[in-house]
């Protein structure tokens, strides 16, 4: 023992953003570091090679990380979810729609998170030292991640704490805590400069799409995909990572899925005479963005110069659900759909007759 400085750490380093961001900033701040990648059968099992790849990349400017990779597939083979089950979809879409729960695996960081404590004791035992385990959850991490919680992570200890003995050597390193994939990715630019490293060589060696195509170029459209797009945008940097289209398209795709997650299920509006559907008059009809239920068919839109498409009438089948709205201090008609509860615009009765003034993000039309 040097009695000192040097901070033994383990960490799980998944081949993610969050991970990747947690190893640059254990290593700029001078700890030593064990990390183990978890192989548990995950169709986007790319993020391992990318985790490898990074590990080289580090050694290649003489830092040394050690890094195993845990073959736990047959194990969660056991559990069902979207990530690793052959014939169950990857759901598209924002994080926090319902149906991206498909993507928890169940109990998933309990168990991540017990080998990793069985590992930093044995480091501690074998190395006579302290251990932090650093783990790289954020404020981010969303709701439909119950084990990405800092209660559990605090119980969870715990428990392990209570179940061995040593484990008051072993301390839990949360330094993402309070940041979100924004500020991980300007915390990993820093981390690059202080440790000479070229950021967008570490970042090509990361995957963060659970759906990556055969070549593990990310479809830019899965919920973790959007929101690393738009960390990258917010940071004013191309994400060099391969995508299936250009750059300037999945930005595209992701500032849209934004934007259509804040009108539907944040009762948001876009701003008039923007949206792809304000001046569209081909014959078809307009669809659900959220489920798909047919809701408006191109003979009842008209021009009302608002800057919002609008319809005398909805589709037959529609059963468009009207609720009094008293918000922004008026008194209005706003209209939801009944098949997934996405909020569509405003319904006004005019002297023309009804006007459904509905927000173009909300529709996909087909022509007929
Ligand atoms: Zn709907």
Redesign the pocket.
């Known amino acids: 023992m040097d009695g000192g400085a040097i901070i033994r750490s383990v960490m799980a380093f998944s081949g993610g953003m969050d991970s990747t961001g947690l190893l640059l900033r254990l290593l700029s701040d001078g700890h030593t570091v064990s990390c183990i990648s978890y192989d548990y059968g995950q169709k986007h099992r790319i993020e391992i090679e990318r985790a490898e790849k990074n590990i080289a990349y580090l050694s290649s400017h003489g830092i040394s990380v050690e890094h195993r990779v845990v073959n736990l597939s047959s194990a969660v083979g056991l559990l069902h979810s979207a990530l690793t089950t052959e014939d169950y979809q990857v759901p598209q879409g924002h994080y926090e729609e319902e149906q991206m729960k498909a993507t928890v695996v169940p109990n998933r960081n309990a168990i991540f998170t017990s080998i990793l404590y069985g590992y930093a004791l044995s480091i501690s035992i074998r190395e006579d030292t302290d251990v932090e385990i650093a783990l790289g959850v954020h404020s981010g991490d969303h709701t439909i991640y119950p084990d990405c919680r800092p209660e559990f992570y605090d119980s969870i200890t715990e428990s392990f704490a209570l179940g061995n003995w040593g484990s008051e050597r072993i301390s839990m390193n949360l330094p993402y805590i309070d940041l979100d994939k924004e500020a991980i990715l300007r915390d990993s630019l820093k981390s690059c400069e202080s440790l000479g490293l070229d950021f967008d060589t570490v970042f090509t060696n990361t995957n963060t799409s659970y759906n990556p195509d055969s070549e593990g170029r990310s479809s830019g459209n899965s919920g973790a995909d959007v929101e690393r797009i738009l960390a990258f945008h917010a940071i004013g940097r191309k994400d060099p990572v391969q995508y299936v289209d250009s750059w300037s398209e999945v930005l595209r795709g992701a500032l849209k899925s934004q934007l259509r997650f804040h009108v539907m299920k944040e009762n948001g509006t876009e701003r008039p005479f923007t949206g792809e559907y304000d001046s569209h008059y081909e014959d078809g009809k307009y669809y659900?963005a959220?489920?798909?239920?047919k809701l408006f068919v191109s003979d009842d839109k008209f021009d009302s110069g608002c800057g919002w498409p609008a319809f005398s009438r909805e589709a037959d089948e529609a059963q468009i659900i009207q609720i009094k709205d008293t918000s922004h201090g008026m008194n209005r008609i706003e209209v939801r759909?009944s098949?997934?509860d996405?909020h569509l615009g405003h319904l006004f009765h005019e002297s023309r007759g009804p006007r459904y003034c509905i927000n173009s993000i909300c529709l996909n039309f087909e022509r007929d």
């Open positions: 659900c959220g489920c798909g239920r759909c098949g997934c996405s």
